[in-house]
């Protein structure tokens, strides 16, 4: 298996970095929007605010990526990290998905 990190690609000037960086990007975000995606669908099967935040969910994730991080070569402390602020965001969406549908709104696809 190759190890995420191991496919880095040596750059020698701030373009190239750049180039890379954009690359995933490009892959990263129709990612995230899907996976965006799902909250709204979470919010439509919950259909409660006190159940949109499930901290034993949280920690679950967590431990599942920063495990996954370390397998890849990468820093699981980062990883944890970004997941947080991700899931802090998605959570905060989550809310305004779920007090929109209950006002009577559509669900997002």
């Known amino acids: ?11 020698n000037t701030m373009a190239d970095v750049r180039r890379n960086v954009n690359a995933l990007d490009d892959i990263l975000v129709p990612l995230l929007v899907e996976r965006g995606g ?3 669908q979470a919010a439509k099967v919950k259909n409660n605010p006190e ?30 990290a970004i997941y947080r602020a991700m899931m802090e965001a998605y959570i905060a ?3 305004r998905e779920l007090a929109r549908l209950q006002a009577g709104g559509t669900p997002r696809e």
């Open 38 to 40: 799902y909250m709204t």
């Open 1 to 11: 298996m190759t190890r995420a990190i191991d496919k880095v690609e040596d750059c």
């Open 93 to 95: 969406y989550e809310h």
């Open 51 to 80: 159940l949109v935040r499930d901290e034993d969910r949280i920690e679950t994730i967590v431990s599942r990526v920063r495990e996954r991080a370390a397998l890849e070569g990468g820093q699981p402390d980062v990883i944890e």
